[in-house]
């Protein structure tokens, strides 16, 4: 069995910086892509950046320049510096990733860490 377990979410004031983490853990045998998606109320999950090894990343128009997705290969773990911090950026914020196990190639998603931008 695979967990993600993301930290770091909460209340912050427009302009204001936050950093997520997601740590890996459990059995497999590789970490083939991470990445971070959102879901804010009424609308659906939308993808904020992405990476694959080799360090290939990938953001939302929205997000561009303000936030940066950054992974710990030693520690399994990937993270998201966001900065600049919108209201429109308030969602429950969701790490996914995609695992070589030996049940083959399997995607995990953790359980979310809530966002909300406001003063």
């Known amino acids: 069995q695979v967990q993600l377990v993301e930290s770091g979410g909460g209340l912050v004031q427009p302009g204001g910086s936050l950093r997520l983490s997601c740590a890996a853990s459990?059995?497999?045998?590789?970490?083939?892509?991470m990445g971070w998606y959102r879901q804010a109320p009424g609308k659906e999950r939308e993808l904020v950046a992405g990476?694959?090894?080799?360090?290939?990343?990938n953001y939302a128009d929205s997000v561009k320049g303000r936030f940066t997705i950054s992974r710990d290969n030693a520690k399994n773990t990937v993270y998201l510096q966001m900065n600049s911090l919108k209201p429109e950026d308030t969602a429950v914020y969701y790490c996914n990733a995609l695992f070589r196990t030996a049940r083959g190639t399997v995607v995990y998603w953790g359980q979310g860490t809530q966002v909300t931008v406001s003063s």
């Open positions: 459990g059995s497999f045998f590789s970490i083939v892509a």
């Open positions: 990476m694959i090894n080799g360090g290939t990343t």
